[in-house]
């Protein structure tokens, strides 16, 4: 029988393990008596990551609004974190997720270090909204038009991320993107 009764113990043990969590047994003065306490592991994880998450995303707008602050920009806040500002009106269309788009632009760090410019690389033609760009810079030219020229100041999670991407711009960076837009259409644009 006590041999039954461990093996049972261990199956639980094992059973319960296998499933994810961490199963605790505490033991009463009554042998007979078990009281199993589940910690969950994964959602402490998941807690703990989704904490620090947040505090770098304060952190980073910390550091644009003094970045901006310092330079005497008028810029605005969108609720997903990405700073614009347009600083000469156009006169065209307004971007929508579909449309192509040709614009100029350069792209720099916070440290003002030069990452991408349209001066080397040509106009950057692309579809809105169809995974070729980051997420920051689809959410600011759905709040331009044809003709705009504006500045984009977004922090990591809506650029390039964790790991930069590979080339020139690093890890967690914050970007600043200067755009013209020269051309939107439904319809595609040629070079």
Known sequence: MRIKRKYLYLSVIGLVLAAGGVTLLFYHSNPRVVRPEVVDTKRDVSDNLKQINKFLAEKDQERIRSFIRRRGWDMKRTGSGLW?????????EQIREGMYVKMNYEIRLLDGTLCYTSDSTGAKIFRVGHQEETQGLYIGLKLLREGDQARLIMPP???HGLVGDGERIP??????????????SPDKIRR
Do not use: C, K, P, Q
């Open 84 to 92: 614009y500002t347009v600083y000469r009106d156009g006169e065209g």
């Open 157 to 159: 999670h809506l650029g």
């Open 171 to 184: 890890a967690r960076a914050i970007l600043v993107y200067d755009l013209t837009i020269l051309e939107a």
